[in-house]
């Protein structure tokens, strides 16, 4: 029969988009099991057309389990996946926890799908939502013109904070409608917005905050590291130069990215559009005469990345200047997840005995 499937943070922001793509893929999975913590046990979750109860997370959830799709937090994930691993289940987390473990391979269908082999510890990483969102346009532009360096800054939505992230922003902007004067002098967007920052250093509302994640060494967020060191694992360049600045803006859902990228040969854009045309997962929105731009307000709830105002950097033949948005709850994690999860299904499920 099909493989059995367990969601495991199936309530949150990224376990909800989840359940809803299982949705759209009927005749890929036996039972699915709805794994969070205690306090959403019970629920009932629609998936597939049926009301699924939600189930408490312990070590005997995975008995019988094939593949667990994890959107916890990191301590959780790190705890967890290794209980499922070792009673036979194949974790695909979505944490940070085992990204830069190098028995753990860091997956993109789309790029290294031949990867989700090599899993000597059961457990198949995914990458964070910056990254995916830049490094599927990124892959086959590396491979028409060998990707040398990349300078990037990401205007990264809210939602990516979880729901609290969502509703502060929410709360902010009721807060600040209608002031004319808010953001024309210091400190009063800070005076209206109050105290309460929710997951944030910084109000969101009317601002942007060059912040994201955990301060980190030499004062590198975890954000920029991130997508510094995944990029590298994703694409094979352990020595490719990055320098990115990751910012959080008063965005709800849909990362963006600006890209300087250098190449090791020269390139132009209309070679540049040509390669991506040909790219799974990415569309190409490159019209600025007719105010055809890549935005998160366009290209939430859609799975490919959007990329647009591609040209040439002006002073490097070999460099390439693009603005890259996608939606960080979906490819830039729910749907790489679901993807990945479906390679193993095709792996686990048996072939129909070829009748003679
Ligand atoms: C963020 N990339 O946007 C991180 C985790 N989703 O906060």
């Given at each position: 029969g099909r493989?059995?499937l367990?969601?495991?943070g ?10 809803e ?5 009927k005749?890929v ?6 794994v ?39 301590p959780v ?37 031949e ?10 990483a ?13 892959a ?13 800054a ?17 709360d ?10 808010l ?7 800070r ?11 910084a ?22 590291l ?17 320098s990115?600045?990751?910012v ?9 990215i ?13 070679g540049a ?35 647009g ?12 200047d693009?603005f ?7 490819k ?18 048996p072939?129909?005995s070829?009748?003679?």
């Open positions: 493989p059995t367990a969601v495991v199936a309530t949150g922001t990224v376990g909800t988009v989840m359940c793509l299982l949705s759209s893929r005749d999975w036996g039972e699915i099991r709805l969070a913590s205690a306090r959403s046990t019970g629920r009932l979750v629609s998936v597939r057309g049926e009301e699924l109860e939600v189930q408490a997370l312990t070590p005997e959830v995975f008995d019988g389990v094939d593949v667990a799709m994890f959107d916890v937090p990191e994930a790190a705890e967890w996946a290794p209980v499922a691993a070792t009673r036979g289940t194949v974790v695909v987390d979505n944490s940070g926890a085992f990204r830069t473990d190098r028995d753990v391979p860091l997956v993109v269908p789309e790029i290294n799908a990867q989700v082999r090599n899993r000597p510890r059961n457990i198949i995914n990458a964070s939502c910056t990254t995916l969102t830049m490094v599927v346009m990124l086959p532009l590396h491979r028409e013109y060998g990707l040398r360096e990349l300078v990037l990401s205007y990264q939505a809210v939602s990516g904070a979880g729901q609290a992230g969502v509703d502060i922003l929410h902010q902007i009721s807060k600040v409608a209608g002031d004319r004067a953001g024309t002098r210091s400190g009063n967007v005076q209206s917005v109050g105290d309460d920052l929710g997951p944030f250093p109000p969101m509302a009317l601002n942007v905050v060059p912040w994201a994640g955990s301060l980190q060494d030499l004062g590198w967020s975890s954000e920029e991130k997508v510094r060191g995944e990029t590298r694992k994703i694409l094979g360049l352990p020595d490719l130069k990055v990115a600045t990751c959080r803006v008063p965005v709800i859902t849909g990362h963006s600006a890209v300087h990228a250098v190449f090791a040969s020269e390139l132009d854009a209309e559009r040509q390669v991506l045309r040909n790219a799974p997962s990415v569309i190409l929105v490159d019209d600025p005469a007719s105010g055809e731009f890549p935005m998160p307000i366009d290209a939430v709830g859609t799975d490919p990345a959007w990329v105002r591609i040209r040439r950097a002006m002073d490097d033949p070999r460099a390439l693009l890259v948005t996608g939606d960080n709850l979906r830039g994690a729910a749907l790489n997840t679901v993807q990945i999860a479906e390679l193993l299904a095709k792996e686990l499920t072939k129909p070829s009748s003679r």
